[in-house]
């Protein structure tokens, strides 16, 4: 309907156009003749009254009664015709409107549609955006705590090296500490120096172990 509806729109003028001149040709004509008609029973009238013989104007009066309906008649079948012309305009101009508006609705329900398909296309990459966001934010906290649990590993290491550090020193101080003590084993002349020896390095020893292995 939206697509026939610029043809009428663009046929209607041409027709109107066309059409008015030829009905104005046609009011011309039965409005000239009304009046000539009129003006003929008035001429014989006016011609048979000096006369005041019965029968011109017995014939004046038929004649002048004749073209009297004879223009009345015309005048009605001119009215009746304006008026049905009239109502054949008040006609095409709503079939017009109506052929206009019908396009008009045709376009609105497009655009409304067109419009809610955006918008729902909005609404979807929004809602993508948002779970991609969401996403992000997740492995940045998951990468956050590794790397916190990686710093507290490092942290954890760096303390372990450091007391093994401590330790391998303090058994190097021990270690040089029996040397000593070795290198007097030929001052000792009984048994019970050397047991004697043997204890007290045995106690350095254990001293100088972890508290883990002193309980083992």
């Known amino acids: 309907m939206a697509s026939t509806s610029p043809q009428t729109q663009a046929a209607n003028p041409t027709d109107r156009a066309t059409a008015r001149p030829s009905r104005r040709r046609q009011r011309s004509v039965r409005v000239t003749v009304a009046v000539a ?6 001429v ?9 013989s019965p029968v011109w104007l017995s014939a004046s009066s038929v004649l002048a009664l004749a073209c009297g309906w004879a223009a009345a008649r015309i005048t009605y079948t001119e ?24 396009e ?14 955006r918008m729902a296309r909005s609404d979807r990459e929004v809602s993508e955006l948002q779970t991609s966001v969401v996403e992000a934010q997740r492995r940045a906290a998951e990468a956050e705590s590794r790397v916190q649990r990686e710093t507290r590993r490092v942290q954890d290491a760096d303390s372990k090296v450091a007391e093994l550090q401590e330790r391998l020193h303090e058994l ?9 003590q070795l ?17 007290k390095v045995g106690a ?6 972890p508290p883990e292995q002193k309980e083992a």
């Open 37 to 42: 008609l009129l003006a003929l029973a008035t």
């Open 44 to 52: 014989a009238v006016a011609l048979a009254l000096p006369t005041q």
């Open 79 to 102: 009215l009746a015709q304006s008026r049905r012309d009239n109502a054949a305009d008040r006609a095409a101009q709503a079939q017009a409107y109506r052929s206009m508006f019908a």
């Open 104 to 117: 008009r609705a045709s376009e609105h329900a497009e655009f409304t549609t067109a419009m809610t398909d």
């Open 172 to 180: 190097e101080i021990r270690r040089a500490e029996q040397a000593d």
């Open 183 to 199: 290198a007097t084993w030929d001052g000792f002349e009984t048994v019970v120096d050397l047991m004697a020896w043997e204890e």
């Open 204 to 209: 350095i020893t254990h001293a100088a172990l």
